[in-house]
């Protein structure tokens, strides 16, 4: 995998020489984007915007699939990791950054009844959300979909969920916002339940592009993760697969009596 710091001048020149006709659309990104940063008091209120935003236009671009074929590639690639890696009907699944159920549909179609719990922070895709519910005749499944304001969980049973997911949620993600999410998503952790999530890798120095994409090194999560009594493994059976982004697996430690 090629780390490269998309924020540099160098890539930014070197970029638009190789891909001239996406300049204009960078452009009007940037605008878009310079405007809800000045109109919105802080990244959750600006990300929600931006959602808005390209939800309007497409909820499964919104969600970053490029076409509906990519969008039901990725979530049948959570969806078949998860199983590999222990998930039953009977678990207790929340999602973070749930979307429009990209792969929260396979989900809820697998689990028992009232098993899985999604939340975002967008009203906006969460009412696409419903229309994929809908689509796919899940209604039955009861599933939670929820809009949330952050990440401190509170109004989640503790020790609840046996896994916790979120897809390329913390690549959109400040420090601060992450470290809310580390700090509390232990106390709705059933024992020996996981929390999985995907990042946005670099080996050089962290970074991030218009306010929309970060990216941090490993050993920054991993030891944020710490700081909040969770251990954290690094998946490298994700990197196998064909995507982009990085995966972490953090636990409560094992304890013995």
């Not at 998309?6 to 659309?25: D, E, L, M, N």
């Not at 899985?116 to 689509?135: E, N, T």
Request: proline share 5%; charged share 25%; aromatic share 12%.
């Amino acid at each position: 995998m090629e780390f490269k710091n998309r924020a540099s001048f160098a890539h930014k020149v070197g970029y638009a020489v190789r891909h001239p006709h996406r300049i204009s659309s960078y452009a009007q990104r940037w605008a878009r984007d310079s405007w809800f940063r000045m109109t919105t008091g802080d990244h959750v209120s600006y990300y929600r915007a931006v959602m808005r935003s390209d939800t309007a236009r497409n909820p499964e671009q919104a969600v970053g699939s490029a076409s509906h074929d990519r969008w039901l590639a990725l979530g049948k690639m959570q969806y078949d990791y998860l199983l590999s890696h222990g998930l039953k009907p009977e678990h207790r699944l929340l999602e973070i950054g749930c979307g429009n159920l990209r792969a929260g549909w396979r989900f809820i179609e697998y689990l028992d009844t009232g098993n899985y719990y999604g939340i975002d922070i967008s009203p906006d895709i969460l009412f696409a959300a419903q229309d994929v519910l809908r689509r796919h005749g899940l209604q039955h499944k009861i599933p939670h979909l929820t809009p949330v304001r952050g990440l401190d969980f509170s109004f989640l049973p503790r020790g609840h969920f046996d896994v916790v997911h979120a897809h390329s949620v913390f690549s959109h993600s400040p420090l601060q916002v992450i470290e809310e999410c580390l700090a509390n998503v232990g106390a709705v952790l059933a024992p020996g339940g996981f929390f999985d999530f995907t990042f946005d890798r670099t080996t050089g120095p962290e970074h991030q592009v218009l306010r929309e994409d970060f990216y941090y090194r490993t050993e920054t999560l991993t030891a944020l993760a710490r700081r909040y009594g969770l251990e954290a493994v690094f998946m490298d059976d994700w990197e196998a697969l064909p995507h982009r982004q990085s995966k972490l697996r953090v636990s409560l430690p094992h304890r013995t009596v």
